[in-house]
């Protein structure tokens, strides 16, 4: 059995006719692009950090159309709310 197993792993024709028995990946669908600055963004709360100026985290909004970057000292303890107003 060892021999056999050698021989389809060496040969070409073995592997490229081998039938797979895992399942199919599933379609990527990418977003959209964007057309204009700020259109599509994103967030990420980074943290905990140590405590400076009463602030523990980072708020990272990234624009997804020029990659710009804004860097905004947060709390982890942050509402939904709370990032619409800093937005």
């Known amino acids: 059995m060892c021999d056999v197993q050698r ?3 060496g040969c070409e024709v073995c ?3 081998k039938p797979h028995h895992t399942p199919l ?5 990418p977003h959209d692009i ?3 600055p700020w ?7 980074i943290g905990p950090l140590p405590e400076s100026a009463g602030q523990n ?4 909004i990234v624009d ?3 990659k710009m970057i804004k860097v905004i000292p947060s709390h ?3 509402t939904s709310s709370g990032v619409a107003r800093v937005l």
């Open 7 to 9: 021989y389809v792993k």
């Open 15 to 17: 592997q490229r006719t």
């Open 25 to 29: 990946a599933a379609p990527l669908h």
């Open 34 to 36: 964007p057309t204009c």
């Open 39 to 45: 259109e599509v963004i994103s967030l990420d709360l």
């Open 57 to 60: 985290a980072i708020l990272v």
């Open 64 to 66: 997804r159309f020029l």
């Open 76 to 78: 982890l303890e942050i």
